[in-house]
Nanobody
Framework: QVQLVESGGGVVQAGGSLRLSCVVS????????RAWYRQAPGKQRELVADISSGGITNAADSVKGRFTVSRDNARNTVYLQMNSLKPEDAGRYYC?????????????WGQGTQVTVSS
């Protein structure tokens, strides 16, 4: 059973920072991609940032220059450093991992952590 547990969400003023963490546990084969998604009320879930197995990162245009995704393989943890937060960054942030699953790829999701940004 694979588990992804996020932490680090909370309430922050606009311009502030938060660091989200996601610990991956359980029996899991090779991880190909780690990512953070977010979903605001009434909106679709969207990709915030991801990092490949080779360490290549990608971020949505709306967060480029403000958010940074990173990983610590020894701790099986992926991070999202969020700086200069804006009210439009508020939402539930979900950790995602794509891993090998036999001959297929499997998607794994966390339960999410809430981020509230006050103006």
């Amino acid at each position: 059973q694979v588990q992804l547990v996020e932490s680090g969400g909370g309430v922050v003023q606009a311009g502030g920072s938060l660091r989200l963490s996601c610990v991956v546990s359980g029996t899991i084969d090779s991880i190909h991609r780690r990512a953070w998604y977010r979903q605001a009320p009434g909106k679709q879930r969207e990709l915030v940032a991801d990092i490949s197995s080779g360490g290549i990162t990608n971020a949505a245009d709306s967060v480029k220059g403000r958010f940074t995704v990173s990983r610590d393989n020894a701790r099986n943890t992926v991070y999202l450093q969020m700086n200069s937060l804006k009210p439009e960054d508020a939402g539930r942030y979900y950790c995602y991992v794509q891993a090998t699953c036999g001959f297929l790829f499997c998607d794994h999701w966390g339960q999410g952590t809430q981020v509230t940004v006050s103006s």
